[in-house]
């Protein structure tokens, strides 16, 4: 006989898990301050710069709030087109994790599950905003991980 209950559970408990228990907007800023001007027809295609940044707060040994971070600004100065700040959280459940993996997953996992509603907020700020929707490109979070890994071991925190 077995001592699993038929999900792969063993005997530690249960099968590792990551739940999602709540997603929200903690803040969201469109600043489009050249309208109506800026609205016009452009000269050329405006440079835009993406900042994404991830943040993790433990609210109990099993709950996680974990924030990604999205600033967007296109053109720069007096021709400033727009800039857009989102910071979209949620809370997440890791339970049957070993200790060792629970980082890379709150700063790696956690953040992709919020990422395709970020880029949904980014498209649909825009385009309320006067301009074509700002589609974000996929982000590397395992990439952003490895990055700030070794920023931390050679001091560059």
Do not use: W
Request: proline share 8%; aromatic share 8%.
């Amino acid at each position: 006989m077995s001592d699993t209950n038929g999900n792969g559970a063993g005997q530690n408990g249960g099968a590792p898990a990551l739940n999602a228990l709540g997603q929200y907007i903690k803040d969201l800023s469109f600043e489009n301050p050249n309208a109506p001007q800026s609205l016009g027809p452009q000269d050329n295609q405006p440079n835009i710069a993406i900042a994404v940044n991830v943040n993790a707060k433990q609210l109990s040994p099993t709950d996680f709030e974990v924030s990604l971070t999205l600033d967007a600004k296109a053109g720069e100065g007096a021709g400033l087109l727009f800039k857009l700040d989102v910071d979209y959280a949620g809370i997440f459940r890791l339970t049957n994790i070993p200790q060792e993996q629970i980082h890379p997953i709150v700063m790696i996992e956690c953040p992709r599950l919020l990422f395709p509603f970020v880029r949904q907020i980014v498209a649909d700020a825009t385009r309320n905003g006067g301009f074509p929707p700002l589609f974000v490109d996929p982000i590397d979070f395992v990439g952003l991980y490895q990055q700030s890994a070794a920023n931390q071991n050679t001091g560059n925190a």
